[in-house]
């Protein structure tokens, strides 16, 4: 059975920058999606970025765009979030998901799998 395990929240300053990792354990396929989503206090949880690993399909959520980026190591199926530019509105917590599918989406229903999330505080 396939887990992600996030890492890497905390607490910055705006304008600074994080990094978050996701590692999938236990996977028997190459063919799926990871990704991040955010949930705020009281809000819907929201996609941020998405990539398959065949690297046909990507998402990247507008709000992000030109501040989010990922990166990846293939061997050690571990994703990376660089968070750029962080402004308060950004802080959240930060789930990693997964599934076994060829294209990436931005809503959290197409994900079966879930990590246990990570803060992410951004002071103003």
Request: glycine letters at 12%; charged letters at 20%; hydrophobic letters at 35%.
């Amino acid at each position: 059975q396939v887990q992600v395990v996030e890492s890497g929240g905390g607490l910055v300053q705006a304008g600074g920058s994080l990094r978050l990792s996701c590692r999938a354990f236990g996977l028997t396929s190459d063919d799926y999606v990871m990704g991040w989503f955010r949930q705020a206090p009281g809000k819907e949880r929201e996609g941020v970025v998405c990539i398959a690993w065949s690297g046909i399909s990507q998402y990247y959520a507008d709000l992000v765009k030109g501040r989010f980026t990922i990166s990846r190591d293939n061997y050690k199926n571990t994703l990376y979030l660089h968070m750029n530019s962080l402004q308060p509105e950004d802080t959240a917590m930060y789930y990693c998901a997964f599934d076994y599918t060829h294209r990436c989406s931005g809503n959290h229903r197409d994900f079966g799998i879930w990590g246990q999330g990570t803060q992410v505080t951004v002071s103003a």
